[in-house]
């Protein structure tokens, strides 16, 4: 049974930094392509980056780029989204997702405020 599970999302200060985890299991992690997106209130749910099964290729939404990066751990079966600079409009829940298998994980809410 494919399971992700999010965890590491919490309240920040603008400037500030948080790591998202997602912990896969019931699939062949290695060899599957991961991705993170995020939706705010009151919008749709955007791509925020995408990494390659070996971890060699990764894009993101031009709204993060040089803030953010995903990586992966294969060993541990799990992808991380590790965010700088954090600003007021990054604010949204950002789930993990599975392309190949269409998957979405639960999600963590992310809260970037004063």
């Known amino acids: 049974q494919v399971q992700l599970v999010e965890s590491g999302g919490g309240l920040v200060q603008p400037g500030g930094s948080l790591r998202l985890s997602c912990a896969a299991s019931?699939?062949?992690?290695?060899?599957?392509?991961m991705s993170w997106y995020r939706q705010a209130p009151g919008k749709e749910r955007e791509l925020v980056a995408t990494?390659?099964?070996?971890?060699?290729?990764?894009n993101y939404a031009d709204s993060v780029k040089g803030r953010f990066t995903i990586s992966r751990d294969n060993a541990k079966n799990t992808v991380y989204l590790q965010m700088n600079s954090l600003k007021p409009e990054d604010t949204a829940v950002y789930y993990c997702?599975?392309?190949?298998?269409?998957?979405w994980g639960q999600g963590t809410q992310v809260t970037v405020s004063s």
């Open positions: 997702f599975i392309p190949s298998l269409w998957y």
């Open positions: 990494i390659t099964s070996a971890g060699s290729s990764s």
């Open positions: 019931g699939f062949t992690f290695s060899n599957t392509g």
